[in-house]
């Protein structure tokens, strides 16, 4: 990490419903680096990345390119983080155009039928990346799971945000697709973005993560590049699996295989 | 060069037929307008109605248009567009086809506000204690829902909220049926409720616009953000939306609005469902761009019934007109269901 910290955070705690959720994370993320944060369901990963976004109140401080994210508008906030949620809730059936010109809200371009020349063609590269261009006058709602995540995806990547921030966006697509997103999503850090997707994915998260961020029952338990973080003593404490693990071409091939203990 | 390109194809496909689908439906407003003017009792032509309209013609046509059918007409242009409006906000608001104006209680409350002056005998189609009784019912019904469910309420607390504010408004209504002095009010109470647009003045007009107007300006001015909540109240925030202002907002707007119609019209059900599920076919689902075509159609939707209630041979009185709404209105919305029940049923998730 030799880029100075984009994305910091000192003692950041979230309470939902009186239970700790969030316990004492500090972590200090350059730009130009795909982060996987890693960890068991109820570790708080979701939390986390929403308490980062200055979308639920939380204790501590959360700094983004030096400005405190609790004292930014809506709008500004809006414009630095994108944020793509868990699971793929559309609820009209919007034509995927409209669906990804969303991305260009916090922008001002609320009106996906009245775009400026520069959300124009945010949304024309989003959608050309993604491979979307086909679909644009699809409804959303009449998309295949990985084609609707995909268009999601587009949404976010057109916001054309300093960070993005994924939650499980890989979650119910094939491998292929699987890859697709992460490659893309890389290809956004390589552009300037720092990304931060939630995964259970390890394997994906050791192939194509610069940096892997492991949450533990709320707290940080490691931070750093993949093969040094994803050691089979971790998979054991925090997953409870034992995990076999090779190597190809430098990089760690992890795949969990029995229940540890 | 290959952007440029891109971007050419995905802005052209748009389609064009919201402008033309607006355009018809402000002539058939228009039309239906007219015609509000032309029927009744004494039916004009409508040379002899424009023509009395700008103060032309005989005095008894010009007593006829000018003073007794145009206040009836522009109320119901104003009350039907605002009860569409009304409906497709709250169904923008919710993500839900189902939400209709009534589901926070503001229609009920603004008519048991209503319901108690007639009760108390102060009411009189000349009077303005009705209508300001029925606004003060409306404003209460919002305090009462905040109050119950906090400012930063979820949508499920505010519902639950609402259903229990529009059934004690019910209730209370109810008990003041039951309590009144002589059969005679309850009869004019139930009657009242039915809904109608006879015999309203100009009076009526002045009291009820101001509060449709501030109320659908309200609502006009939250379109963008319903079409962000269509990806879910997480995206919208993430995207800069203040979803539990929204909601406060849209609440307060329907209440003003739908509180100034109730007031001077009586309770008029099913337009505000009905308006939304029209117009999807013709413009598509965008909740922010369903909204104007939905007040159009509202309009239209209320302007026809009134017309029609005119002309149905009735034994004593005429039919009310919200007996009419809810008479065509229900058939023709189980119609709509059977007929969008694909992608009803299997369209979202």
């Known amino acids: ?261 | 060069m290959h952007v440029e390109a891109q971007k050419i194809a995905i802005a052209t496909r748009r389609g064009l037929s919201r402008p033309a689908a607006l355009l018809a439906l402000s002539g058939l407003v228009a039309l239906l307008f007219l015609l509000s003017l032309a029927i009744g009792p004494v039916r004009l032509s409508p040379q002899v109605v424009v023509q009395a309209l700008f103060g032309g013609g005989s005095e008894e046509h010009r007593i006829i248009v000018q003073e007794i059918r145009l206040p009836r007409a522009i109320l119901g242009l104003a009350i039907g567009a605002v009860l569409g409006l009304s409906g497709a906000a709250l169904q923008g608001l919710l993500r839900n086809p189902l939400a209709a104006p009534s589901l926070f209680g503001a229609p009920q409350s603004a008519a048991f506000g209503a319901v108690l002056v007639i009760a108390l005998g102060y009411a009189d189609v000349r009077s303005f204690a009705l209508p300001l009784a029925a606004i003060v019912g409306a404003f209460t019904s919002v305090f009462l829902l905040l109050v119950v469910a906090g400012r930063n309420a979820n949508l499920l607390l505010l519902i639950l909220a609402g259903l229990a504010v529009s059934s004690l408004a019910g209730a209370a209504t109810a008990l003041t049926m039951n309590l009144a002095r002589n059969p005679f009010i309850a009869l004019e109470i139930a009657f009242w409720m039915l809904g109608s647009l006879e015999d309203r003045s100009f009076r009526h007009v002045v009291l009820a616009l101001p509060f449709i107007g501030v109320g659908a300006v309200l609502l006009m001015a939250q379109r963008h953000a319903f079409r962000a909540l269509t990806l879910g109240e997480e995206s919208a925030q993430s995207l800069g939306v203040n979803v539990a202002r929204l909601r406060l907002l849209v609440i307060a707007g329907v209440a003003l609005g739908v509180g100034g119609a109730v007031a001077v019209s009586g309770t008029i059900a099913f337009i505000g469902l009905v308006a939304p599920h029209l117009m999807r076919p013709l413009v598509g689902h965008d909740p922010a761009r369903l909204l104007l075509p939905s007040a159009c159609a509202g309009a239209a939707l209320l302007l026809a019934a009134d017309v029609a209630v005119r002309l149905i041979p009735a034994t004593s009185d005429e039919l009310r007109v919200g007996v009419l709404t809810a008479i065509i209105g229900v058939p023709f919305f189980l119609y709509l269901i059977v007929r969008e029940r694909r992608s009803l049923g299997g369209g979202f998730s």
């Open chain 1, 1 to 261: 990490m030799s880029e100075p910290a984009f994305l910091a955070a000192e003692h950041v705690r979230v309470t939902l419903g009186g239970r700790r959720v969030v316990n004492d994370v500090s972590l200090s993320l350059p730009r130009r680096c795909l982060v996987a944060l890693l960890g068991p369901n109820g570790a708080g990963k979701t939390t986390l990345l929403r308490a980062l976004a200055g979308l639920i109140p939380a204790e501590g401080l959360v700094r983004i390119g030096g400005d405190v994210v609790a004292s930014l508008s809506m709008r500004e906030r809006a414009r630095r983080f994108a944020y793509l949620p868990q699971g793929h809730a559309v609820h009209w059936p919007l034509p995927v155009r409209d669906i990804v010109a969303l991305g260009r809200y916090p922008h001002g371009a609320t009106d996906p039928a009245r775009l400026a020349p520069t959300d124009a063609d945010a949304v024309a590269r989003a959608m050309q990346a993604t491979d979307m261009v086909a679909f644009a006058d699809r409804p959303i709602t009449a998309l295949s799971g990985g084609e609707r995540s995909r268009a999601l995806l587009a949404r976010v990547l057109a916001a054309e945000a300093p960070v993005i921030l994924a939650d499980e966006p890989t979650t119910s697509l094939d491998p292929r697709y699987q890859i697709d997103v992460m490659r893309l999503l890389h290809g956004a850090a390589e552009r300037g973005a720092l990304v931060l997707a939630v995964t259970h994915e390890m394997g994906l998260a050791a192939r194509f993560a610069d940096m892997v961020l492991v949450l533990h029952e709320g707290g940080l338990a490691a931070a750093g590049p993949p093969a040094q973080v994803l050691t089979q003593t971790l998979l054991a404490e925090v997953f409870r699996v034992d995990a076999f693990r090779a190597e190809r071409d430098g990089t760690p091939v992890i795949v969990p295989w029995s229940a540890h203990g």
